[in-house]
């Protein structure tokens, strides 16, 4: 039945399986945002529904939360939970130390805020995510209306602190209009190539005044669940361990996959 989707999606939807397995009753479980996050959610409610466990969610988005209550999952605040067990998420690019550049569905900052309130972080993704060296993927960076242009100077000193002075950096847009966080900021996009140290870069901007929050996540992620385009589930750990995944969840696939598409 995965032979259905497209050879992205049926990635998304193998990686999100994959992770299914740190998932356990009773867990506080912060649950990420985007296409792949998507996946992830419907999967929990699946294997909530099948072996009846519970879990508390806390959503980084509000069309995570949206999804997540239409399914019956129960959502909480982190004011509420305090301290989660897991999170998972997705990313746009991750690196052999496991770092990632994340923010492409503009919610990098509840997406870190969750992260780093968890015990741990799970990576959903795909194996084009794969890259030697972050900067391919452009960094988001969610900031203030309020003295924008001076919050980009402030930017592109600390970029330039790290030899990426020329990086091109515009406002992100979508459908004419600019494109606003969950908190209403704008984000703007800096396009930098490859970026020689990831935590020396995240350190300068953490100190810019009016960049609410950075797309890089430094040495949060403790393991990275993905799948090739072949349909191989996969997994690498922090020391660089990668293993196969073989499912042993319960999960109906061809039902799954069938209800999943309709909605």
Known sequence: MTNALSPQDRAKYLASRAALAD???GMKLGLGTGSTAAWLVKLVAEKCRIHGISVTCVPTSEATGALAQSLGLPLATLEETGTLDLTIDGTDEFDPALNLIKGGGAAHLREKIVALSSRR??????????????GSFP???????FGMSATVGHIRRALASQGLGDAKIEQRMKNGAP???????????????????????ASALDGVTGLVEHGLFIGIAGKICFADLEGNALT???DGTRQQVVFNDGI????????????
Do not use: W
């Open 23 to 25: 998932v356990t009753d």
């Open 121 to 134: 972080m799970v990576v959903i993704t795909d194996a084009t995510k794969e890259s030697p060296q972050l």
């Open 139 to 145: 960094l988001p960076l969610e900031v203030l209306d």
């Open 179 to 201: 494109v606003r966080t969950d908190e209403g900021n704008a984000v703007l996009d800096a396009h930098l190539g490859a970026i020689p140290d990831p935590a020396a870069l």
């Open 236 to 238: 690498i750990d922090k």
């Open 252 to 263: 109906d696939e061809d039902a799954f996959l069938a209800r999943a598409q309709k909605g």
